[in-house]
């Protein structure tokens, strides 16, 4: 097929599951692959420890002890998802399983959904909630304080899907599917139809089931469902009937053309779907129908416009009961036959003899099976099939039973194809075809380094992350370093605890990734950090400056080209020939660029690049500095100067001051104050860099008697590599004409904030407009220190030097103890490494800073792929309320017999404070710790500071209800709902509380005062004997 084709083929894109003896879906393609059954056998023990058998059905002769078990099914990770651990414990754990495995799959598929643009929908299916019946419901009271409607929202399976679509913001129809055993087949045939109806644009189609208590049994009845033996075998001639098994599995759904035009990584691709019901066409409602089963079929290949002998292999529903196979045997037949008159050409296998029966998640687990094998082209064997169960006839059926390992036949013809059945009690029919993946095109060619990024909610969590992608990337050495790269960035939502490295090839990356030294992290800003530019002066250029960007990054090189096109009239010479000079005009190129001239258009050009280059990777600046020369890049970035107006005045500014008298130029290591009573009469203060640091100009004689002087003084100074003294007076006779250059240009009030060189604030609208502000800025003294406290006091950015070298980042650290992250974005002049390299790193640092990045621009033009990399390590605990003990029970009585039972409520647990912002501080005061008792046993952590916030903590405004509920009950506080979501520490609740105390008070003795007018001297006695004060409940005159 064509990727240029256009399809209503549906592509997989991203995919995750857990099932009995599998913790991921690496594990699950282990089992297959190996013919592994992992249905799980019992011990007495285990089996009384459930509390729900008597012994004597434990040792009934025919009772089979064996189920598939989801292992760790009563872990979640609580905090990652906003939920508190008290509501964690009441809610069904499918729902909690189900939300973890969409969340793998998500991030599977490559995508954050906080970030993709489109509508993502979500079709769950989840299986019969036991936990809330025999966990829960066995403590009435529990039940009744939680209350009925709180129960429910937590353990209903109509709030599944709109339950992941909260936790992921996803905007997509959010809708619970329910047919029994096909319920999952039938919301990926949902899932389609919105696809191809364009009514969402992705969709996640999730499935659990397992039920509680895990390890049961059944006691065997000849000729029912159930297996005699703990075994499942679909197909064979014992028709020995199924097993219960558990699961949960999630894809990720996408049209095919999207995601092929999006570098997806794409799993398999759904041709078509069908749907149908049994009706009144069988003997009775349970049973199943051949017709209704074969119609099915039949649609479905119709709709994937598909011939049936293109088939080669059926993922079969294949429960291995008596009645079961041979019907569905039937109806397959029925359908190929309508087409083919072949026989034992396509493979019949059930993932059930695996893993058991996993009702609602049944289908997406044989989906899964025939994803995995597709992937890995084998046809996974059906397990412990011995011979055909007669009935079949599957001898003169298009069928045979894939009973082994094998290799999936390919044909020359058409892609490998697999068709997949699930059919529910009560008649609801699903088939899908599902057909390979088309060939993915090579990864495109891409920067020589990459940034690998991870984040995460806790340390512990963010360090198993660069652990697992270690592992990952040890495991696949061949694998595309880019690509890998563009996942994390695009891929992953991102948290505030961070890490990244930068590295070549995958074996770097894993080196990087071990090495405390390469390794950065930091905790950083989720909401997106402010950055501010800062362009550096004359005297940081130099040849060869910014060169590997010029080769390498195009939007780079076009905005160099068009400064430097501009500028040819004006200079009579092409700046790039300087710039990035060849060797053997190197020395020609230093001393070019050394003159002002040529030396200011030549920064400017290079800095308003980068700038231009960093915003269009999304590093926006909220405010700008420059120093000297580099304000003209601030103006002209914030819309003072058209860049053709700018690069006018950057030349002729150049021109006009290296035309003027040469002189002299001082580096003091002594602040402003201290510098001043030592000048001379012509030597005047150029620069105030630092506060302990300045600069000073004048002419060359007066600047030897001045060094002299300062030697003299034991000061340390050094002159500095410039001809003219700038910012003194010995500018002054070029203004005249510099300010009439400015006359001829169009001045426009700044867009963007920038700082004055002139003032040390932000420069005003009119500054900016004024010809004699932009003289007084080169005559006058650059007041780049007070600029930069005033800056950094307002906004409190990050700061970014664009331009060469790292003279504005040594300065900004020498403003005290409290002196900002500062990140350059070029190298040194002397340092080896190249500008794209201190470029990509440096982006690198300003994500772990918290700066959003624009990771899509970024990438731009180079057609990176998503590929499958480990997903988010959840940081698991334990969150269960157990069931009333058995002991408590009568004889004989069951677990709905233990429900009514009048029983106190279970000892509940206090979990960890989760990792937050606020520093934990305890309370202060008697309404303090009320509260803090209240949400810690609502919440279900212990040790809740007063600065945590309620909703930070888990809370909502169910729980918000009962606490208010609560404050009234126990200490007759009235408050208001929306009070809370006004106050939400308990700092702040509790100020509120007293505030609105004493207006109540208040109100109570002035209601008291007037009924006392009207009252007797012993009246009124009385009555303020019987009066409470109200902060400490006591009566008047106790204590």
């Known amino acids: 097929m064509s990727q240029h084709e256009p399809t209503d083929d549906i592509a997989i894109i991203g995919m995750a599951g857990r099932f009995p003896g599998a913790r991921d879906l690496r594990a699950f393609w282990h089992n297959l692959q190996g013919g592994v059954d992992a249905i799980g056998h019992f011990s007495e023990e285990e089996l009384m420890a459930t509390g729900l058998f008597p012994i004597e059905v434990i040792r009934h002769p025919d009772f089979i002890a064996a189920k598939g078990v989801l292992d760790d099914a009563d872990l979640f990770d609580a905090a ?82 709109t339950r992941i679509a909260y936790a992921m913001n996803l905007t997509g129809a959010s809708l619970n599917v329910s047919t029994a055993c096909s319920s999952s087949l039938v919301a990926i045939h949902f899932a389609c139809q919105h696809l191809l109806t364009q009514q969402s644009d992705m969709s996640i189609v999730g499935a659990v089931s397992v039920h509680f208590p895990q390890k049961v049994g059944h006691i065997y009845e000849a000729g029912a469902a159930y297996s005699p033996d703990g075994l499942c075998r679909p197909f064979d001639a014992t028709k020995s009937g199924l097993i219960d098994g558990s699961g949960v599995a999630a894809v990720v759904l996408k049209r095919l053309d999207d995601a092929v035009a999006d570098g997806d990584s794409i799993y398999a691709v759904i041709k078509g779907t ?12 349970t049973a199943p129908s051949i017709n209704g089963q074969a119609d099915v079929i039949s649609e479905a290949l119709e709709m994937a416009g598909v011939e049936p002998d293109t088939i080669s292999y059926v993922e079969a529903h294949g429960t291995a009961t008596p009645l079961g196979d041979p019907i569905e045997v039937a109806g397959l037949t029925q359908a190929y036959r309508r087409k083919t008159a072949r026989t034992g050409f396509c493979g019949l296998g059930s993932v059930k003899s695996n893993i058991g029966h996993a009702d609602t998640a049944a289908g997406l687990a044989g ?28 001898e003169q059926s ?126 950083a800003e989720e909401a997106g950090t402010a950055v501010a530019f800062m362009f550096p002066g004359q005297g940081s250029q130099h040849p060869g400056m910014t060169r590997a960007l010029y080769d390498r990054e195009a939007s780079f090189r076009c905005d160099i080209d068009r400064c430097a096109e501009l500028l040819k009239p004006v200079l009579g010479l092409d700046l790039r020939r300087l710039i990035y000079a060849e060797p053997d005009a190197a020395k020609t190129a230093v001393h070019d660029l050394q003159q002002t001239a040529i030396a200011q258009p030549a920064l400017f050009t290079v800095e308003y690049a980068l700038a231009q280059l960093w915003m269009r990777w999304g590093v926006t600046p909220t405010a700008m500095i420059g120093h000297s020369i580099g304000e003209y890049v601030a103006a002209c970035l914030a819309g003072v100067f058209s860049l053709p107006d700018a690069l006018n005045i950057v030349a002729t500014r150049g021109r006009l001051m290296q035309s003027m008298s040469p002189g002299v130029m ?37 600047a030897d008697a001045f060094e002299q002087e300062l030697t003299r003084r034991h000061i340390s100074c050094q002159r500095l590599h410039t001809s003219h003294a700038f910012h003194s007076s010995m500018m002054e006779p070029m203004l005249a004409p510099f300010v009439d250059a400015l006359s001829r240009v169009r001045l426009n009030a700044p867009r963007l904030r920038f700082v004055s060189n002139r003032t040390g604030t932000w420069i005003t609208a009119d500054e900016a407009v004024r010809p004699q502000y932009w003289a007084d800025h080169l005559r006058h003294a650059v007041r780049f220190s007070a600029g930069l406290t005033h800056l950094l006091r307002e906004t409190q950015p990050t700061l970014l030097e664009v331009g060469p070298g790292r003279a504005l980042s040594g300065l900004a650290r020498q403003l005290g103890v409290d002196s900002p992250l500062t990140i350059t974005s070029l190298p040194h002049a002397s340092e080896s490494r190249d500008d794209q390299q201190a470029a990509v790193a440096a982006l690198g640092e300003l994500w772990l800073a918290g700066v959003t990045v624009d990771w899509q621009q970024f990438h731009e033009g180079q057609g990176r792929r998503r590929v499958s990399l480990p997903v988010y390590p959840f940081q698991r605990q334990r969150y269960w309320i157990e069931p009333r003990s058995a002991a408590h029970a009568p004889d004989g009585a069951s677990p709905p017999a233990l429900a009514v039972a009048p029983v106190a409520e279970p000892a509940l ?34 040790s809740i500071g007063i600065h945590d916030n309620f ?77 409470r004060d109200p902060a400490t409940g006591l009566k008047a005159g106790h204590s």
């Open 80 to 161: 990652f998802f906003g939920i508190s651990p008290r509501e964690a414990e009441l809610m069904d754990p499918q729902h909690r399983l189900l939300m973890e495995c969409a969340w793998h799959a998500l991030e599977d598929a490559g995508y954050d959904s906080e970030r993709y643009p489109g509508r993502i929908a979500a079709f769950t299916s989840t299986g019969l909630n036991t936990y809330l019946a025999f966990n829960i419901c066995s403590h009435p009271g529990l039940a009744q304080r939680v209350g009925g409607f709180h129960l429910s929202i937590c353990n209903d399976k109509d709030f599944v899907a």
């Open 274 to 285: 069908a749907v149908n019901n049994d009706g009144r066409h069988k003997v009775g409602y």
């Open 367 to 394: 989906l899964l099976k025939v994803v995995l094998g597709l992937q890995h082209g084998q046809m996974a064997p059906s397990l412990h099939f011995t011979s055909a169960n007669p009935e079949l006839k599957i």
């Open 398 to 523: 298009p069928f045979y039973v894939v009973g082994e390992l094998m290799d999936w036949p390919r044909s020359a013809h058409h892609p490998r194809r697999a068709g997949l059945s699930s059919f529910g009690v009560g008649g609801t029919n699903a088939h899908a075809i599902i057909e390979e993946a088309p060939a993915r095109p090579a990864s495109a060619a891409s920067r020589p380094d990459q940034l690998l990024v991870l984040s995460a909610k806790t340390p512990a969590a963010l360090q198993d992350a660069v652990s697992e992608l270690t592992n990952h990337l040890t495991d696949n050495p061949g694998v595309n370093l880019a690509d890998v790269a563009y996942t994390l960035q695009v891929g992953r939502r991102q948290f505030a605890r961070r890490a990244v490295v930068t590295a070549r090839t995958a074996d770097e990356a894993v080196a990087a990734l071990g090495d405390a030294r390469r390794l950065r992290s930091a905790l």
């Open 666 to 702: 001082l580096a003091v290591l002594l602040p402003e104050h201290e510098v001043e009573p030592l000048l001379g009469g012509s030597m005047e203060i150029a620069a105030v860099n630092s506060p302990t640091t300045c600069v000073v100009s004048g002419p060359a004689t007066a």
């Open 909 to 942: 647990v206090g979990y960890a404070r989760p990792d937050l912002d606020s520093e934990y501080a305890a309370p202060r005061n008697d309404r303090e710790s009320k509260l803090a008792g209240i949400w810690q046993e609502l919440l279900g952590v212990n």
């Open 951 to 1027: 909703f930070d903590l888990g809370g909502h405004s169910l729980i918000a209800t009962q606490m208010l509920t609560r404050l009234k009950q126990d200490f007759g506080a009235t408050l208001e709902l929306n009070a809370l979501f006004q106050h939400q520490t308990i700092a702040d609740l509790a100020a509120e509380w007293a505030r609105l105390a004493v207006i109540d008070d208040q109100a109570t003795l002035a209601a008291l005062l007037d009924r006392l007018e009207h009252m007797s001297d012993e009246e009124a006695a009385a009555q303020l004997a019987e009066h």
